[in-house]
C-alpha cells in the first residue's frame, strides 16, 4: 500500500515537471544518488546558512533539512506557486521558502539579517534560462557567498561549464549514472 501511495505521488511530481518543462527542464525529480553527490561537499557538522535554488518538489530540501543542525537556516527560491506552496507545508523552522527567482538571494538575506551564505545548492535548469538573468543569477550567487562557500549544482550536460569557470576560483566535476537522466555535478568553490 506504501509503495502504491509513493509510486503515485512519483507519477504526480513527474506529471508537474513535464508540464512546467520550459522552467523545470526536467522529467523526474533528482535521484537519492545524485543528491548524496551534490551534497557530499558540505560539512553539515557546522551552523550553516544555505539557499536551495529551485527547490521544486522538495526532494532535495528535505535531504538538507535532514542533515543540517538545529541552528542552522535553509532559504528556499522557487519560481513556481505550486512548488512553493507545496514546501510552505514542510513543517521545519529552519526552512524559509520564497515564492521568488533564485536572483533575489540578496532580498531573502536582508530578510533574516544574515550578510553571507555558507553554500548554495542549486537545480537550476541553466540551459533554458535567458543569458542575462543567469547572469545575473551567477553574479548574485558569487556576491552572497561566503570565501570558501560553495556553489553546488547539477546539470545533465557540461553546456553552462564556461559561465561559471571565470567567476569561481575552482570547479570539480562529479558524474552520476544514478539518476534519470544521468547527471553531472559542478561544485564550485568561491
Ligand atoms: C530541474 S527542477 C529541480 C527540482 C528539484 N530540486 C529536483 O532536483 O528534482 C528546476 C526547478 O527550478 C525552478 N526554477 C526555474 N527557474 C527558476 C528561477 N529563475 N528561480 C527560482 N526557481 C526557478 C523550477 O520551477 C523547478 O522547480
Redesign the pocket.
Known sequence: MVEVMKSGLKLRDSLR?IR?FK????I???STK??ERLLASIDFSETLVIA??????????RAILDRMNKDSILLC????QD?ASELRAIDDSRLRVYN????SMQGALDEIGVAKLDHIVS???LAL?DGD?LSS?LASAQSNLKDGGRFLQ?QYSLANYWDMKPIFSDIKLKFTLRNMPPAFVYDCLK
Not at 23 to 26: A, D, E, I, N
Not at 100 to 103: L, N
Open positions: 515537471l512546467n522552467t523545470t527542464g526536467t523526474t525529480p533528482s545524485l543528491t536551495e535554488l529551485g527547490p521544486g518538489n522538495g526532494c532535495i530540501t527560491l522557487e519560481v513556481n512548488f521568488s527567482c533564485a536572483s537545480s537550476l535548469p534560462i538573468l543569477i547539477y
